[in-house]
């Protein structure tokens, strides 16, 4: 049987989304009205990891003043989460029809327990997550099983909730940050914590970053290239795994070579689901040091995609 720890999610803004016509009532306030929600499944990568499976058993979401509901999966979903990096998402729910109104929080129900048999039965193929519960698999082909701390079982902290609209649709995201979760504490091997950093977001309200890398860069010796995203006036810094920190990034995405038809490469990164907002963007090779320092700003705007462009600094 299963073991079930559950996730909550952090709700990243508040739905500011109305009925339109119809009403669902049909005069009758006894009458119950109801909406529909689609929920999808992001990551932000890791690097090393072949694959991260993550293994989805329910749902529950929580009125505001009112009842639960309990999504139960038919089945097991696991979903290697590096396959939907970026601005691409893994649908989990689409058009769940649920009573309308305003929700407090929404909790995922996954089989990541300590000590449990993560990642045994898999084949070794790199687009199926066929082992058992949750696991990840480095590129040495080493298999660690994934656990959330059970002092952590409540989740991350709810800032705001969600509505489901009568007679229409909330799409919503549920993006993990593996850069952040994803530690290996001293003497816990065969397991890795997969701490719950997770944030969740109406798709009507986020856009896209993504750029170019100076190969200058990205090419630097022994340099595992990524870039780190900041709330706006945060100076770039690294992330400490068991320190929860405001100045921390928000997101984090690999970069990655693109060879170009004159047979040169280039480097590039994309972000997704980002909130409308502004923002420090910053290029680091191991997650301490920056370039540029301070960061170089981006101004984030719904359903659009912002280009930023990161070069290497001028010679001294």
Known sequence: MNKKITLTLLASAMVALSGCGGGGDNGDDNLQSYGFLSLGISDGPVHDAAKVCVSFIDIELKQMDGPSTVITLPEEEKINLLKFQG?????????????????????????????????????????????????????????????????????????????????????LTAEFDLGKSITAPPGQSPDMKLRPTIKLVNNNEVGTLTGQIANALAEAEACKPSVFVFSDGVTPNGIEDEVEDPDDPVATA???????????????????????GDYEVAFTCDGEVFEPVDGKPATIAAGEVT?????????Q
């Not at 519960?133 to 656990?147: E, F, K, Q, R, T």
């Not at 690999?254 to 409308?276: P, R």
């Not at 930023?308 to 010679?315: H, K, N, R, S, Y």
Request: proline share 6%; net charge negative.
């Open 87 to 171: 601005a691409n998402a893994m649908p989990i729910l689409t058009r769940e029809q649920l009573p309308a109104g305003q929700y407090e929080w929404m909790r995922l129900g996954v089989d990541a327990v300590r000590g449990s048999n993560g990642g045994v039965g898999d084949t070794g193929d790199p687009d199926v997550c066929d082992g058992d519960a949750s696991y990840i698999v480095m590129h040495d082909g080493a298999v660690y099983n994934l656990y959330v701390p059970s002092g952590e079982n409540t989740g991350l902290k709810l800032v705001n909730g969600y509505t489901v609209p009568v007679n229409n649709q909330v799409n």
């Open 307 to 315: 280009t930023v462009d990161i070069e290497a600094p001028a010679p």
């Open 254 to 276: 690999l970069v990655e070579a693109q060879d170009q038809a004159d047979g040169t490469v280039q480097w590039h990164y994309t972000i997704g689901f980002l909130l409308a």
